[in-house]
Nanobody
Framework: QVQLVESGGGSVQAGGSLRLSCAASGSIFSINAMGWYRQAPGKQRELVAGAPSEGNTHYADSMKGRFTISRDNAKNTVYLQMNSLKPEDTAVYYC?????????WGQGTQVTVSS
């Protein structure tokens, strides 16, 4: 089992920045990919960014150039730096990780961007 705890959400005005963090604990030796999804009210959950254990990071098109994902494997933590935030970025952001083919999710952290 893997547990994920997110932090860093909040409210910000358009054009502002936030940094999300997600720390993994439990069976962390088996962690593979880590990343972020988000879900806005009335919409499906969508990929924001992913960071595999090896290889390149990837982003949804609408986040490229504004969001940056990074991992600190020593701390079993993944970060999401979000710049130039827009009202349409308002959503609950969920951290995920994969271990032995199982996807684990964090509890979600609210990001609200006002115009």
């Amino acid at each position: 089992q893997v547990q994920l705890v997110e932090s860093g959400g909040g409210s910000v005005q358009a054009g502002g920045s936030l940094r999300l963090s997600c720390a993994a604990s439990g069976s962390i030796f088996s962690i593979n990919a880590m990343g972020w999804y988000r879900q806005a009210p009335g919409k499906q959950r969508e990929l924001v960014a992913g960071a595999p254990s090896e290889g390149n990071t990837h982003y949804a098109d609408s986040m490229k150039g504004r969001f940056t994902i990074s991992r600190d494997n020593a701390k079993n933590t993944v970060y999401l730096q979000m710049n130039s935030l827009k009202p349409e970025d308002t959503a609950v952001y969920y951290c995920y990780t994969q271990s032995y083919g199982v996807t684990y999710w964090g509890q979600g952290t609210q990001v609200t961007v006002s115009s």
